[in-house]
C-alpha cells in the first residue's frame, strides 16, 4: 500500500508515484497537495529539498483537464535553467496520465498544457505571442524571493496583470519579505498559508551534524574519499538514506564498484544502504542521508538514530537544511573532502592569487555587488564560489610562436590584374585567417605563390576550393617547384 493513497490521488497518479520511487508524502505535500487539488489559492514558505515540486505537481494533476489542448498551468521558476529542471520533473509525474509539460521559449510557439518559464522568458513569449494565457487555471510562483533578488518583480507584476481573474495563485519562497508580502496581498488575497515546519520546535542535545555542499556529480566521489580517509573503521555501522528506492540502488552499485563493502542486515558492521520508509530498528554509528530529510520529523529521526549524521546536500538545498538545524538548536559542521594529491599544486596558486587580489586590488566595487548575495550565503560560500570561478577560469594563451610556412600556387597572376591586396582579402575573407599567419607573396605573370603558416594551409586550400579572385578561379593547390 502507497501512503499516497490517503491524499484522495487517481489511481493511476498513485500507480505512477510507485514507479517513479516515491513512497511517502512529506510534510508539505500532506498539506499541500489537497490544498492545491481544491483550487485553493495558497502561500508557503519552503525551500528547495522540501518536495515542494511534487507538491504543486500532484496537485496540478488533479486539477487539469487531458482533453483541454490549451495552457492550462504556468509554472514560473528564478531562472531558465531551473525552468528546465522543474519541466523534467514534471514531465516525469504528468506524462504517463496523457498531460503534457514544455520550456517556454520567447520565440517558439508554445503548445503545451503545463508550461514552465522563468518570469522573462514567459514575458517575452506573451509579447511575441508565442503563449496564450486565456485558459489559465493555476499560476505557481516558485521561489518567489530568488526572483526579487534577481531583479524579475517588474516582470512578475506584468504577468499578473495577465492572469484571468479567477485562476488559482500558488506562491512557495524562502522568506516572506514586504515586498512579497505586498504582492500577495494584491495578487492572491486571503490566500491559505502552508507551514509544513513548526514555528519552533524541542531542541535537540548531544547530535552531531555535519554536511557537505557540492553538486550531486560530486558526492559519490566525495563519499568514498571521506570513508577511506575517516572510515568506516572495522566493526561500525554505516546507514546510507535515500530519498527514493531506485536511488539506493544505483548508489549502492556505484559504492560496490568502487571498493566500499555493502551489507544488507542492520546487525552487520558496514555500509547499509535503505531508502525512506525503510528504518532499521538498531542504531548507526554513522548515518549519511544523500539530500537534505524533506521535513522535520525525517530529520530528526535521522539523527536520533546515530552517533553522527553526515548530510550531502545541493547548494540550493542549504537554505532548508539551516532551517531544520535552527529548530533542533544545532550547529551544522561543513565537512571538507580530501583534497587528490595532483591539486594540491593548483589550490595553493589559487589561495595565492586571492592573497593578492585581498591584499593588493580596490576591492570596494566588488564587496558592493556581493551585498545582496550575503543575505543568502555564507561569506565562506560566496569565497568558494570565487575560487571556484578563478580555478575554472580559461588559461592564458601561450606565447605564440613563430610559425612553419607552406608555400601555396594560386592560378592568377599578374595578367589577371591581381595585386598582393587581392590576394590577402580572399585568405582572410574566406578561410578566417589572420593576417599575421600570411607571408611572402610573389606574383608573376600567369600565377602567384603566397606563403601561409603550416597550421592553416589545409584550411585556405579548402576555403578557396571554390572561390574566384578578379573573376577567374583561384586555383588553389600547395606549390610544386
Known sequence: MNDFTHLKLADSLVDNLGRLGYRHPTALQEEAVPVIARGTTAVGIASAGSGKTLAYGLGLATRLDVGTAATQALVLRPTDDGATRTADALHRLLQPLGLTVGVVRPNSAFSAQVACASPAAALAALEHSAIKLDG?????????????????????????AQIPKGAQRVLFTSEITEEIEDWIDRHAHRARRLAYLPSEAEPLEGATLEFCAAPRHEWVPTLVRLFAERGPKSGTRTRLHCRLEGEARTLADQLSVRGVPIVESAEEPGVRIGWIGRNDDKPADLAVSWGTPPDLPGFRSLLERATRTLIFAEPRELAHLAQLAELLALRATLVRAAVPAEAHHSAQATRQQLREAATQRDLEPYMLLLEPLLEEFSPTQLAAAAAALLRERAPEAPEPSLPAWTRLYFGVGRRDGVRPADLVGAITGEASVTGDRIGRIEIRDTHSSVEVSTSVAERVIKALATATIRGRPAGVRVFRD
Open 136 to 160: 489559465l487555471r493555476t499560476v505557481v510562483v516558485d521561489g518567489a524571493s530568488a526572483m526579487t533578488r534577481l531583479g524579475a518583480t517588474a516582470a512578475l507584476e506584468t504577468l499578473a
